[in-house]
């Protein structure tokens, strides 16, 4: 078994959720830099939070999204901006709607 495999198949299925670098953050000077990052972190929590329920690791959601590994993580980690096509894909793959994706989840 190669490296890759081993490593894959020891790992954790459950992917911690995202958390905003406040200090990376704060540091933007443009409101709506800052906004725009806090949305996409958003949306990538939204989508971290359906993939530990499903049990699927980084790799397995990247496989069925069809992105590569490295672009999958840009994504979940705000790096990259989504775009709508690809809102569509990942709620295909997570059986929900893109405006899923991007409401706002409140619990008590």
């Known amino acids: 078994m190669n490296r890759r495999k081993q490593t894959m198949k020891n790992s954790s ?4 959720l ?6 990376e953050l704060l540091r933007e000077n443009n409101p709506l830099t800052i906004i725009q990052r806090g949305n996409r972190m958003f ?7 359906q993939l530990n329920r499903k049990g699927w690791n980084l790799h397995q959601f990247a496989l069925r999204v069809g992105k590569d590994l490295n672009e999958t ?3 979940l980690n705000g790096e990259l901006n989504f ?3 690809t809102l569509a894909e990942i709620a295909l793959v997570l059986e929900m709607s893109v405006s899923d ?3 706002v989840r409140h619990s008590l």
């Open 13 to 16: 299925p459950l992917i911690p």
């Open 18 to 23: 995202a958390t905003i670098n406040l200090d």
């Open 43 to 49: 949306i990538a929590g939204n989508i971290l939070e």
């Open 73 to 75: 993580r840009k994504l």
């Open 83 to 85: 775009t709508i096509d």
């Open 101 to 103: 994706l991007v409401q």
